[in-house]
């Protein structure tokens, strides 16, 4: 079972590649259209919004796009930094992040 996990962690290896790439590039984006977001290259992005409030409208706003993310808000971060974690999956493409990226613009309040 030992060597067959290993294999299975080998074959792996291109598509996390892939993902990390993927990640890495949505970052970029978020940043280059004046998001906040962590230099990292994880699946998980955590988009800095500010208050709690808007987090919570930022994510409903989003989840009427269809596109499901979770407001982490304090305790869980410092007051103020409040964020959307988006969690990306091996899946998606560059039109899905196109997507994210439309919604997150048309529903950011200034």
Known sequence: ????????C???APSRDTWRSASAHFRRRLIDNGW???ADDSPIVP???GESGQA???ASALADDGILTAPVRPPTVPEG???LRVS???TL???DYDRILVSLTKNRRT
């Open 10 to 12: 080998r074959q792996l």
């Open 56 to 58: 919570i409208e930022l």
């Open 36 to 38: 906040r977001v962590a």
């Open 88 to 90: 990306l999956k091996s």
């Open 47 to 49: 988009i800095v919004v």
């Open 81 to 83: 930094s409040a964020r």
């Open 93 to 95: 493409g560059a039109s």
């Open 1 to 8: 079972a030992a060597l067959a996990a290993i294999e299975r």
